[in-house]
């Protein structure tokens, strides 16, 4: 197809352009446009170079690309570049630009260039995603359209509506985890915990083919800054993985079919959102961090501090003290570090007090200063943490932000914005201690734990976030699994007294070689107690804690032990390795006792090897414990891992 001398000209000042040299850029599009006065084409890229001039562009390229939208109103290039004018222009002026043009731009494509991506990254309120609705509703039966349109009428509550387009999704793209998320959002919104299960387990599995990060997106709000790092380096296939864990560490009952932590964190976010959605207009305080600095930073001047300070001093008489009170008066109060240009309160389209809502819940309490302050307290675990908000994103009020005031208010509001919990009382805090032994067949390891004197119930989850095993059992028995080699997520719920406690965290499950010499873990007990695995373990003390008036039996297994003539020798030394506490709190370890023996036993594979300690060998303190072997038969060397306890 020939082109003519005009369309050359144009290519060449898109060359200029893209080179950045746009002052001859400039000349040869307004040539085109003088000679082409009705042809919006010259206009478009005109407009594109004033777009990209230094400093004063924006204004000039948003009049002339609205010269060609009147030109040629069904081509959706004007409308989209008049966009990145006002996202370029910045604050409330360029966001109403921007979003007018959008709205322009989907109507007549919905795929558009970045166009939608470009909407969702404005700020929006109930009235604008209706008016979204309507606009996407042109695009019915178009798939990704109806995805969009079904989302906002989520956000809008309106699930009657949305809840047949999603459905319709999910049958038109079996393989797309966005419906699914969002129908199980809808459901879950509602309380329908147990009918979202299965559909949200259906989106984690398909999660390597979430391209628009939906799942991401719907839980990034509770993620802790290792999860938020963590994602970003994923591989696609990795992803159903690290969300089934994600939420493996949040199941508050492990007794429970449904894991009643993602119902609660969709509930609360949609109340967050309902109650602390951010402001418009003013947008400068989350777009930039020159803005906030200029603004006051996460802190508050000094003279608005001790202002707040002292009116919280006369109010509030139930406040637990600091130490650092009189500082914070004096308004020299440490302000939360914020070091990234746009804040994560863009992500998640809430204010601070939103955010943290999303991860802990309505607070214990809450102090309403005046319409533009107000504090919350939590009372938890750690102990009471508290957080001060103040309107700060602009003179004219604008979103509540952390304005520490006080001292410690800062590394509260940090503990709080980082982590979270279930809404469950969690108060017990729970002891336990692994063991580990080579299981029947080799192949796989015999893992127990044993509590402190709570009835417990616990999992193991694979890699995958799957369940690999599971038991409980009575207070004073021991837990027992037996899984294959590997690392695993923990989670263990622990009662007592009516109390209740948790743990989720990481455990490595050693594998025991074949034909290498290793050492099982120990096993410790006090009394007269037979030198067998099963005796010890249901003798096993209460956290660790053993009384010196007894005999101490200790106990472990050798595999892979040399053999000649049908017998096995090896020399086996005990370190106990004692530790005091000094007045100001350090640990002293100032003595070790060794206990050697050699023995010669008939080849067994395992061998079981036990010491008992008559009362008052050992003095009353707290004691590591190693085992170390020397195989006299091959020369190998193992040794256990350590074990701490203490004698009283």
């Known amino acids: 197809m020939q082109q003519t001398p005009a369309s050359l000209s144009l290519r060449q000042a898109e060359s200029l352009l893209a080179a950045g040299r746009l002052e001859p850029a400039r000349r040869i599009a307004e040539r085109v446009a003088r000679e082409r006065p009705d042809d919006p084409t010259p206009l478009i890229v005109l407009g594109r170079v004033w777009l990209a001039w230094p400093a004063f562009g924006r204004y000039t390229a948003d009049s002339i690309l609205a010269r060609a939208e009147a030109l040629d109103p069904g081509d959706p290039a004007p409308p989209y570049y008049r966009a990145l004018a006002g996202l370029r222009l910045g604050g409330d002026d360029g966001e109403s630009m921007a979003r007018h043009s959008l709205v322009r731009v989907l109507a007549l494509e919905p795929h558009y260039r970045n166009a939608w991506a470009l909407w969702e990254s404005l700020y929006r309120d109930d009235r604008d995603r209706a008016t979204m609705v309507g606009v996407l509703a042109r695009h019915a039966g178009d798939p990704a359209a109806d995805l969009w349109r079904a989302g906002l009428l989520v956000e809008l509550r309106r699930y009657a509506e949305a809840v047949p387009l999603l459905d319709s999704g999910v049958a038109a793209a079996p393989d797309d985890p966005a419906p699914r998320a969002w129908l199980a959002r809808a459901l879950l919104e509602q309380g329908c915990d147990s009918a979202a299960a299965p559909v ?41 993985a690290f969300l089934r864990l994600f939420w493996d560490r949040r199941n508050p009952d492990l007794r429970d079919a449904v894991n009643a932590r993602i119902g609660e964190h969709f509930r609360r976010l949609a109340e967050a959102h309902r109650e602390f959605a951010l402001l418009h207009p003013l947008s400068r305080w989350n777009h930039s961090r020159l803005w906030r600095t200029i603004m006051g930073g996460l802190g508050t001047p000094p003279g608005e501090a001790a202002e707040l300070a002292a009116v919280r001093s006369n109010v509030d008489e139930t406040r637990q003290p600091r130490i650092a009170d009189a500082a914070g008066a004096a308004g020299d109060v440490p302000r939360l570090d914020d070091s990234s240009q746009a804040t994560v309160n863009l992500e998640d389209g809430l204010d601070d007090r939103g955010r943290i809502l999303v991860r802990y819940g309505e607070p214990q309490r809450r102090q309403v200063w005046s319409t533009d302050a107000e504090t919350w307290w939590y009372d938890l675990p750690q102990g009471q943490f508290e957080v001060t908000f103040v309107r700060r994103t602009s003179d004219l009020g604008g979103d509540e932000v952390v304005t520490p005031v006080v001292a410690g208010e800062a590394q509260d509001a940090r503990y709080l914005l980082d982590t979270d919990r279930p809404s469950i009382d969690a108060t017990l805090t729970t002891f336990f201690w692994p063991a ?91 009394g007269a107690v037979a030198p067998t695995r099963a005796a010890l373990e249901a003798a096993a003390p209460a956290a660790l804690r053993l009384s010196e008036g007894r005999p101490l039996r200790v106990y472990a297994e050798l595999y892979g032990l040399g053999r000649r003539d049908g017998v096995a020798r090896y020399d086996a030394m005990y370190r106990f390795e004692r530790a005091t506490h000094s007045w100001f709190g350090a640990v002293t370890h100032h003595r070790i006792i060794v206990i050697t023996f050699r023995r010669t036993i008939p080849a067994a594979d395992p061998a079981h090897e036990s010491l008992m300690i008559d009362p008052g060998r050992l003095p009353r303190g707290h004691y590591t414990l190693v085992l170390e072997i020397r195989d006299a038969v091959t020369g190998a060397h193992a040794s256990s891992g350590t074990l701490d306890f203490d004698l009283r």
């Open 200 to 240: 949200y387990a259906a989106a984690l599995r398909r999660a390597a083919a979430d391209t628009g990060a939906v799942l991401w997106r719907q839980v990034r709000s509770i993620a802790s800054p290792a999860e938020r790092a963590g994602y970003a380096a994923l591989r696609p296939d990795e992803r159903p």
């Open 436 to 526: 580990a032994f080579r299981a029947a067949g080799g192949d796989s390891t015999a893992f127990d734990l044993f509590p402190d004197s709570v009835s417990a119930l616990a999992v193991l989850y694979d890699a995958a976030g799957r369940e690999a095993a599971r038991d409980s059992a009575p207070a004073g028995q021991p837990l027992h699994f037996v899984v294959a080699p590997g690392s695993f997520l923990l989670a263990l719920d622990a009662a007592r007294d009516g109390r209740i406690g948790l743990f989720r965290g990481p455990v490595t499950v050693p594998w025991f070689r074949p034909d290498t010499l290793t050492v099982s873990s120990l096993l410790v007990a006090g």
